[in-house]
């Protein structure tokens, strides 16, 4: 028997690994599954090249009694190594199954951040444990260094460099702020979210009724994406077109679905019979990327 999971859409971010999200599996009805001594199982399928792997992380089960039906997931640093988009399956096999059962498929999106750079990961580590900054001869972080990190650690802190000698590349140096360490180069960091367009400030936080609604891009709302993704979650179809008005006969984008194009757009016109949010839960989603 197949069943769903809420939220079927999701957004996570490249080398962000936590917190763990969390799910609520559905029957048939829509009821939630009591899920006690179940056991969760996860795939990943990409989008891009058809690859699936499966869900190393740890899934966790809430307490059935007082939340019936939800699970939570925690992410790996493998699930979330670089930008992709990918449909993620679930299935739970219950105490009384003979087969695990399907949970549906959500959308997966993990976005681009400061910390991945052409396909560099760049993970960021906290460090300041209770309070107190986190030094090279505390073995909790040299072994947090030793498991995760792939190329360099950086945070918006002059405590970490990377070693100039090639021998050294790929190892994490800590520094007081004061002291004189030769042969190092600091490390830059960024703001902003890399590749990201930011929504104009002026858009329409809703569309019309049967009438047409733009959404651009970019501070003054005149920056061409050169690609970008629309899900619809409003409950009913969803009309759009790319810099020209829409209308009742423009493509339609079903609900649930999530669509990703790319191709310059400077303005996603969207065409709805009632009015329905935008980019707010149950409304229409927009995420535009260069």
């Known amino acids: 028997m ?24 559905l029957d048939e009805q829509g009821a939630a599954i009591d899920l006690t001594s179940a056991v969760i199982t996860g795939w990943l399928l990409s989008l891009v090249d058809n690859s699936v792997t499966r869900l190393q992380g740890a899934f966790t089960l809430a307490n059935q009694s007082a939340s019936r039906g939800q699970f939570s997931y925690q992410w790996t640093l493998i699930d979330v190594s670089g930008p992709g988009i990918w449909s993620m399956y679930f299935s739970a096999k219950l105490p009384g199954d003979s087969y695990a059962r399907e949970l549906g498929t959500v959308h997966f999106v993990v976005l681009p951040t400061p910390e991945w750079i052409n396909n560099m990961t760049i993970q960021e580590v906290d460090l300041n444990v209770g309070g107190a900054p ?15 990190v792939t190329h360099v650690i950086v945070d918006q802190l002059p405590a970490l460099v990377l070693a100039a000698s090639s021998a050294n590349i790929g190892k994490v140096t800590p520094q007081v702020a004061s002291a004189d360490v030769a042969t190092s180069n600091p490390l830059p960091t960024t703001s902003g979210q890399v590749g990201e367009v930011v929504p104009w400030g002026t858009n329409p936080s809703t569309t019309g009724i049967a009438t047409d609604a733009a959404f651009k891009f970019g501070a ?21 077109e790319l810099d020209a008005s829409a209308t009742a006969n423009s493509l339609r984008l079903k609900d649930g679905n999530i669509i990703f194009i790319q191709q310059p757009t400077a303005a996603i016109h969207l065409f709805t019979a009632a009015s329905q949010s935008i980019n707010a839960a149950g409304g229409v989603m927009i995420r535009g990327w260069n």
């Not at 197949?2 to 599996?25: D, F, L």
């Not at 986190?134 to 040299?142: I, L």
């Open 2 to 25: 197949a069943g769903s999971v809420t939220p079927n859409y999701i957004e996570e971010y490249t080398a962000k690994a936590s917190p763990a999200k969390a799910w609520t599996a």
């Open 134 to 148: 986190n030094m090279s001869g505390n073995p909790a972080f040299v072994q947090l260094v030793a498991s995760i």
């Open 220 to 240: 003054s709302g005149n920056t061409t994406v050169q690609r970008f993704c629309i899900s619809n979650e409003t409950g009913s179809d969803v009309r759009y």
